[in-house]
């Protein structure tokens, strides 16, 4: 099993970042993904998830600006994120079952 993550970046406040989460491995179908962050000296929190048949759910603090999406034929979710601000820096990670990538570092700075 793997999830690769990439598209993260330094962005200044206000901007735009779209990350990627490539997976092999298992049925990505089947699976419920999330992207979960970690910023620096924090816990690791939920950000948003998808089911297969691509309900999403949103933590409050992205909500109207985050969107997660999936591609179940190309095995990929994303998370577009938009009107960023300094608080969501952090290592954003994908995640599905006991899965985890090795996470994609998203700056927020000007």
């Known amino acids: 099993v793997q999830l690769v993550e990439s598209g993260g970046a330094l962005v200044q406040p206000g901007g735009s970042l779209s990350l990627s989460c490539a997976a092999s491995?298992?049925?990505?179908?089947?699976?419920?993904m999330t992207w979960y962050r970690q910023a620096p000296g924090k816990e690791r929190e939920l950000v948003a998830g998808?089911?297969?048949?691509?309900?999403?759910d949103y933590a409050d603090f992205v909500k109207g600006r985050f969107t997660i999406s999936r591609d179940n034929a190309k095995s990929t979710v994303y998370l577009q994120m938009n009107s960023l601000k300094p608080e969501d820096t952090a290592v954003y990670y994908c995640?599905?079952?006991?899965?985890w990538g090795q996470g994609t570092q998203v700056t927020v700075s000007s």
């Open positions: 998808i089911g297969g048949n691509g309900l999403q």
């Open positions: 491995g298992f049925t990505f179908s089947n699976y419920y």
């Open positions: 995640h599905a079952g006991h899965y």
